[in-house]
């Protein structure tokens, strides 16, 4: 750091404010939407080996992952008792199973007699999981109910039958699990984010899309790109005329060191073009480039007195209305636009509201600093008065496809691909780095920085700041 200020972390880009643009609001805004929370997290340089040093690495195998909780996928994958899904990390894997009496199990995915991986399907329904080697039986209760020549393993008794278990827990229809019998609740890690789903909760959705894909990164690099929006500008240029980038919000809760919130203008100009464009022109611009106004071919005039943002934000609730009968009436227009969502230490990212209906999950690869897994999964409406469509399976793609090989991303493919086209260029240039150290910006970038204390505290065994009134309604 070279500059020591005393208002450090407080400039703010002079571009109207998220807050601002709520001011403007007709209909009533959730009091959740006016927390601003910010809590200045320092300015100092972060070292470059973090995303990539064995040592490192093995910090966070030792001290994160065994203590965090993690999402696994949507419940609706685990209606039926027998419904599993294996969820792996780093070495570790878990059946996660619709138990016979309705509860969830969590069990370590190896054989309770030499250990073989269980169950090698990514996801299907069992009635019970037969090890491949010699064929012992373990219940969807986690119990060995059938040892092969049980006669000769009369020294194991009922307590050794038992499959050793993570917690799982439910929140907002995502299933997680926790390794650590020690962990907080889910509740209490998350914090109260109910006012902040209340008016669309994640369960009246469903996953609508869900790929996969190889990064050639560390799993840090693939993650953080998407909880800033200063890479907008050089990354995403042509979102210039429409993406409040500079005047995003981002929201850090001092009581909360697990979530951390961004909140991005959408219909609204970068203040890095200022007022360059007419409405009329971000509307022709959007309505080309973009699917969120749907896929009308001809030129939308926009009505007189009427901003893109008013209008493309009634569009979109007639649009929710005819499609699943949902009633928006009620909702702002940064409810129906703007990039709300929330990052949920260590790994996910989860929108709210109807901007996007996104949530991601980063993983390491195994045993490999440099190389990670994404996941990108849609979370949509349904119409509720029709049976709930099945929840989509995974779409795999190799680490050399584009996104925009998987069809159930729609035009959001070719964004994707310019995120994670960064991907190898950060990777090779913190590996590269003569300044050893990578800088942040203080406001932009400070979910970054938030992100690593609390991997700090995990780290160095600190206590965590937990729950807390933080998010508040
Ligand atoms: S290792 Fe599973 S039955 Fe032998
Ligand atoms: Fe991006």
Redesign the pocket.
Known sequence: MNIQRKDLGQRRSEAPSVQDYLDREKRQVPTYLRDNAYTYQGSEDLPAERWYSREFYDSEIKHVWPRTWQLVCVEEELAQPGDYVVYDIVHWSFIVVRRSDGTLGAYYNSCMHRATRLCDAAAGHATEFRCPFHGWVHSIDGYVSEITCEWDFDHLDEQARQMPRAQVDTWQGLVFINMDPAAPSLREYIGNLDDAFARYPLTSKRKSAHVQKPLPCNWKIALE??IEAY??IA??PEGLPYIGDANAQYNIWPDNDHVSRMHTLHSVASPHVGDRYSEQEKLDIITDISDKAGTQKRRIVLPEGMSTREFLAEERRRLLKEEYGLDCSELTDAEMLDTIHYFIFPNIVVWTAYGSPIIYRFRPHMDDPRRSVMDVMFMTPFDTSKPRPPSAEIDYLSAESSWTEAKSLGRMGW?FD??TSNAPLVQAGVMASGKRAVSLGNYQEARIRHFHHTLDKYINNEPLNLGGPNPRS
């Open positions: 790109q998407f890479h907008v990354t995403h964004v310019q995120d």
